[in-house]
């Protein structure tokens, strides 16, 4: 059974920077795919970030290109996601998100249904 857990969420004022961790409980695999998505109030979830387990591949949406940057520790079980330049629009649940790698899988999907597992979430504020 996959768990995943975030950590490090807060309140932060513009400009500012905060970096969020997913502790990773997947057992024996070793090929898999952790994404962030964020949850804005009335808004619809979406992808931010992406991260091959197996080789560090990543991929990031545009509208945080430049500020955030996601990067992992294998020896932790676990998955950085580091924001900076924080704007009030960044606000949001952000969740970490698990899916085993398949054959014929997209590549770092960005779509929520392809990922299995979810973390609870952890709310950033980006507030003066």
């Known amino acids: 059974q996959v768990q995943l857990e975030e950590s490090g969420g807060g309140l932060v004022q513009p400009g500012g920077s905060l970096t969020l961790s997913c502790k990773v409980s997947?057992?024996?695999?070793?090929?898999?795919?952790i994404g962030w998505f964020r949850q804005a109030p009335g808004k619809e979830r979406e992808g931010v970030s992406f991260i091959d387990i197996y080789d560090g591949h990543t991929n990031i949406a545009d509208s945080v290109k430049g500020r955030f940057a996601i990067s992992r520790d294998n020896v932790k079980n676990t998955v950085y996601l580091t924001m900076n330049s924080l704007k009030p629009e960044d606000t949001a649940v952000y969740y970490c998100a698990f899916t085993p790698v398949a054959p014929g899988m997209v590549r770092l999907p960005r779509a929520r249904a392809a990922y299995t597992n979810w973390g609870q979430g952890t709310q950033v504020t980006v507030s003066s």
């Open positions: 997947a057992f024996f695999l070793t090929n898999y795919v």
